[in-house]
Nanobody, 127 residues
Framework: QVQLVESGGGLVQAGGSLRLSCAAS????????MGWFRQAPGKEREFVAT????????HYADSVKGRFTISRDNAKNTVYLQMNSLKSEDTSVYYC????????????????????WGQGTQVTVSS
């Protein structure tokens, strides 16, 4: 069973950048499809990006496409989310998630596709 710990959140001005990290332990990281989600106050958790086991395939929400990049380093058991050109509407708690169900982009956008979640890291974008 994998445990996930996010880091890298913080306060940034609109137009700025942040890189989130999610460190995994307790499982064979390379077996897991990884995802990033976010949740703003009073809103449902929403999909941001997902990446397959090797890192060769990715899928993004339309709202972040072209601005965010998901990547992974299986040797370091870590998945990353590089966030550029940040907007105030990107303000949320960001969660990483893991699943053994495989990489199917349409399914990987669903919260229920993932079995393991981190505790979240706050990203605040000031305008």
């Amino acid at each position: 069973q994998v445990q996930l710990v996010e880091s890298g959140g913080g306060l940034v001005q609109a137009g700025g950048s942040l890189r989130l990290s999610c460190a995994a332990s307790g499982g064979t990281f390379g077996y897991y499809v990884m995802g990033w989600f976010r949740q703003a106050p009073g809103k449902e958790r929403e999909f941001v990006a997902t990446i397959n086991q090797s890192g060769g395939s990715t899928h993004y929400a339309d709202s972040v496409k072209g601005r965010f990049t998901i990547s992974r380093d299986n040797a370091k058991n870590t998945v990353y989310l590089q966030m550029n050109s940040l907007k105030s509407e990107d303000t949320s708690v960001y969660y990483c998630a893991a699943t053994l169900r495989g990489f199917i982009p349409a399914q990987g956008m669903r919260v229920r596709w993932y079995d393991y979640w981190g505790q979240g890291t706050q990203v605040t974008v000031s305008s």
